[in-house]
C-alpha cells in the first residue's frame, strides 16, 4: 500500500472500496461501464487489508453494488449534462471518482470536492484543467459554494455518491439549507441508507467511518426540503447482475420497504 494511502484515516479510507469495485468491474464480461482508470489508480495505490471486512476476498455483493451504483450515478450525471446548456456537475465527497473521465467531457464544468488530504492524493493521480476542477474542502465548510461557476443553478447537478451517511442528522439538514438557499433548483443526487443497514455499523465503525444518518423512507427527505423526483431501490436495480439466487431472495425482501428502502437512490431538487 503506497504512503500517501496510509496516511489517510476516518472516512477518506474508505475512498478504496468503490474504486476497487470500479476496477474489479472491468475484469466481467460484459461490464457496465469502462473504466481503466480505477484500475491504474488502484494498482499504483494498493488495497488497505484492513478494509477486508468490508470488501471480503472474493466477494461478489460488494463489487456488484459498486457497479450498479457507479452506472446509475453516470445515468443521472449524462442526462443532466445533455439536457442543460451549461451543466455544471459538482461531486460531493469525491473520493477518487474517474466519472468525469467517463462521461464528463461534455460538461461545462465538472468540480470534484473532497477533504485536503483527499484531494492532495488526488493531485497525484489526476491533472485539473479549465474544465475539470478539484476543490478542497468540508462538505461542511460552505465556503466552497463560492467557487462554484456563474451560472443558473438549474444547470448544477450536485452529486452526493457514499457521503451523507457519515454526517450527523443536524448536518444534513444543515447542509441542504444552505444548498436550497444558495442553489434554488438545482439537482442533488444523492444516496441514503434504511434502518436496516444499522448492522454493519460496527464493522465502519472499526476503521473509523461510522455511519450517522439513516432514513426511514423518502419521505423524510421530502420533511428536509428537498423535492423528491426520482427514487431507485439499489436491490432492484439490474437485477441480472446477481447470481440466480440472490436475484430470487432480493425480489421476495424488495417487496417489504423495511428491505426495499436498505439503500437508495434518489434524485431531489433543492
Keep these: 500500500m503506497s504512503e500517501k494511502v496510509n496516511e489517510l484515516n476516518g472516512v477518506p479510507r474508505t ?5 476497487r469495485g470500479r476496477a474489479d468491474e472491468q475484469a ?5 461501464f469502462q473504466d481503466p482508470l480505477a484500475v491504474e489508480w488502484l494498482k499504483l495505490l494498493g488495497w488497505d487489508r484492513e478494509l477486508d471486512a468490508l470488501y471480503p476476498q ?12 457507479t452506472y446509475h ?8 449534462i445533455a439536457n442543460h446548456s451549461h451543466p455544471v456537475v459538482v ?13 464528463g467531457k461534455n460538461a461545462y464544468r465538472w468540480l470534484e470536492l473532497d477533504l485536503p488530504v483527499v484531494t492532495e492524493l488526488r493531485c497525484k493521480l489526476d491533472t485539473q484543467t479549465q474544465q475539470h476542477q478539484f476543490i478542497s ?10 467557487t462554484l461557476p456563474n451560472v443558473a443553478p438549474e444547470n448544477i447537478l450536485f452529486i452526493a455518491e457514499g457521503l451523507l451517511m457519515y454526517l450527523e442528522v443536524n448536518e444534513v439538514q444543515q447542509l441542504i439549507s444552505v444548498m436550497r438557499s444558495r442553489f434554488p433548483g438545482a439537482t442533488l443526487d444523492l444516496e441514503v441508507l434504511g434502518l436496516s443497514t444499522k448492522i454493519y455499523n460496527k464493522i465502519f465503525a472499526q476503521i473509523g467511518a461510522p455511519l450517522k444518518w439513516f432514513v426511514k423512507n423518502q419521505e423524510d427527505l421530502t420533511s428536509m426540503g428537498l423535492q423528491v423526483v426520482n427514487a431507485w431501490s439499489m436491490y432492484q436495480l439490474h437485477l441480472e447482475r446477481w447470481p440466480w439466487y440472490w436475484k430470487l431472495l432480493l425480489r421476495f ?4 420497504s ?7 437512490i434518489i434524485e431531489t431538487k433543492l
Design 15 to 19: 475512498l478504496l472500496l468503490p474504486l
Design 28 to 32: 466481467h464480461p460484459h461490464p457496465l
Design 58 to 69: 472474493g466477494s461478489k455483493a460488494f463489487s456488484i453494488v459498486a457497479a450498479i451504483r
Design 73 to 80: 450515478h453516470d445515468q443521472i450525471a449524462s442526462c443532466h
Design 91 to 103: 461531486e460531493l465527497g469525491a473520493g477518487l471518482s474517474s466519472r468525469f473521465h467517463r462521461i
Design 137 to 146: 474542502s468540508s462538505v461542511l465548510d460552505f465556503d466552497w459554494m463560492d
Design 253 to 256: 425482501l424488495t417487496q417489504f
Design 258 to 264: 423495511y428491505f426495499r428502502n436498505a439503500y437508495l
